[in-house]
């Protein structure tokens, strides 16, 4: 019965595959997509009231602090800049920083206009938006349609939250007193952390991680604050050079590998030849 039920079925079809068709899987519905973008965008949205303590708690005043997230709107570069500043560290380190952080965004951007595909003119306020959570949802969609609608409502819902909840965070920062006790000073990071880990899907990822944690907790005390932060940038250049060393070396001994088996070959061929 198995050895039956395994055998493929008849070709009634008389296209020679078995008669098995394969239907296309059907598109995501436009609901199901605004259900999910809303998800992200709520959850997301609403840790933008530990930036806004965390930053009134800094030292940031309440226009400061409003003006980061509106222009700035990016959540890993404001927990980097604000936690720079608390450490009393540099303006142009911590500024320097968040910088290194927000350009990932940009290699979102190239990837997410030929998915999304929008007229020029709308182009230069879509930007705005691009940042890890609108890029994973976008890519999670099948069609472009529903990469755009993602998009478009992932942003909104989230821009609207993080800097409402931004806003109130800051108001409210005098009334929490001091952000340390209550350990907001942790909920950039673990944000940050939260976001992050799922993407590590590779061993080159996790050793990149790895490393920048390494480098960013053990040059801390060393140097000041902001600066560890940029020279842990430096994990992913190492590893990936790393690798190419490795790569290329494995490469070469296949090269050497297969010349040593036709030069084998070769004197075989050569030796038959002489006893015939």
Same mark, same amino acid.
């Given at each position: 019965?198995?050895?039956? !039920?395994?055998?493929?079925? @008849?070709?009634? !079809?008389?296209?020679?595959?078995?008669?098995?068709?394969?239907?296309?899987?059907?598109? &995501?519905?436009?609901?199901?997509? =605004? $259900?999910?973008?809303?998800?992200?965008?709520? @959850?997301?949205?609403?840790?933008?009231?530990?930036?806004? =303590?965390?930053?009134?708690?800094?030292?940031?005043?309440?226009?400061?602090?409003?003006?980061?997230?509106?222009? =700035?709107?990016?959540?890993?570069?404001?927990?980097?800049?604000?936690?720079?500043?608390?450490?009393?560290?540099?303006?142009?380190?911590?500024?320097?920083?968040?910088?290194?952080?927000?350009? $990932?965004?940009?290699?979102?951007?190239?990837?997410?206009?030929?998915?999304?595909?929008?007229?020029?003119?709308?182009?230069?306020?879509?930007?705005?938006? =691009?940042?890890?959570?609108?890029?994973?949802?976008?890519?999670?969609?099948?069609?472009?349609?529903?990469?755009?609608?993602?998009? @478009?409502?992932?942003?909104?819902?989230?821009?609207?939250?993080?800097?409402?909840?931004?806003?109130?965070?800051?108001?409210?920062?005098? /009334?929490?007193?001091?952000?340390?006790?209550?350990?907001?000073? /942790?909920?950039?990071?673990?944000?940050?952390?939260?976001?992050?880990?799922?993407? %590590?899907? !590779?061993?080159?990822?996790? @050793?990149?991680?790895?490393?920048?944690?390494?480098?960013?907790?053990?040059?801390?005390?060393?140097?000041?604050?902001?600066?560890?932060?940029?020279?842990?940038?430096?994990?992913?250049?190492?590893? %990936?050079?790393?690798?190419?060393?490795?790569?290329? $070396?494995?490469?070469?001994?296949?090269?050497?590998?297969?010349?040593?088996?036709?030069?084998?070959?070769?004197?075989?061929?050569?030796?038959? &030849?002489?006893? $015939?």
């Amino acid at each position: 019965m198995a050895e039956h !039920t395994a055998s493929p079925p @008849a070709d009634i !079809t008389g296209t020679g595959d078995g008669g098995a068709s394969t239907p296309e899987s059907p598109a &995501k519905s436009d609901r199901a997509v =605004v $259900r999910d973008a809303l998800g992200v965008g709520v @959850a997301v949205g609403l840790s933008g009231f530990a930036s806004g =303590v965390t930053s009134a708690g800094s030292g940031l005043s309440l226009l400061q602090t409003c003006a980061l997230s509106l222009l =700035v709107f990016t959540g890993a570069s404001q927990f980097a800049l604000v936690g720079a500043f608390a450490a009393g560290g540099n303006p142009l380190t911590a500024a320097a920083g968040a910088f290194f952080l927000g350009v $990932r965004n940009a290699f979102y951007g190239l990837r997410l206009s030929q998915l999304l595909a929008l007229p020029r003119a709308v182009r230069p306020f879509a930007a705005q938006w =691009v940042i890890d959570e609108t890029t994973a949802v976008s890519l999670a969609q099948p069609t472009r349609r529903g990469a755009r609608i993602g998009f @478009a409502v992932t942003g909104l819902t989230l821009y609207v939250l993080w800097n409402l909840t931004t806003l109130l965070g800051a108001m409210g920062a005098d /009334a929490i007193g001091d952000t340390d006790a209550w350990g907001l000073d /942790a909920a950039g990071p673990a944000v940050f952390l939260a976001l992050l880990a799922p993407m %590590l899907r !590779t061993t080159t990822e996790r @050793a990149v991680a790895g490393i920048a944690v390494v480098l960013g907790l053990g040059l801390l005390p060393l140097l000041p604050a902001g600066v560890p932060v940029l020279v842990a940038a430096l994990a992913a250049p190492l590893v %990936l050079c790393v690798e190419g060393y490795r790569s290329g $070396r494995t490469g070469g001994g296949a090269g050497r590998t297969g010349e040593a088996g036709s030069n084998g070959q070769r004197h075989s061929a050569e030796a038959e &030849k002489e006893d $015939r």
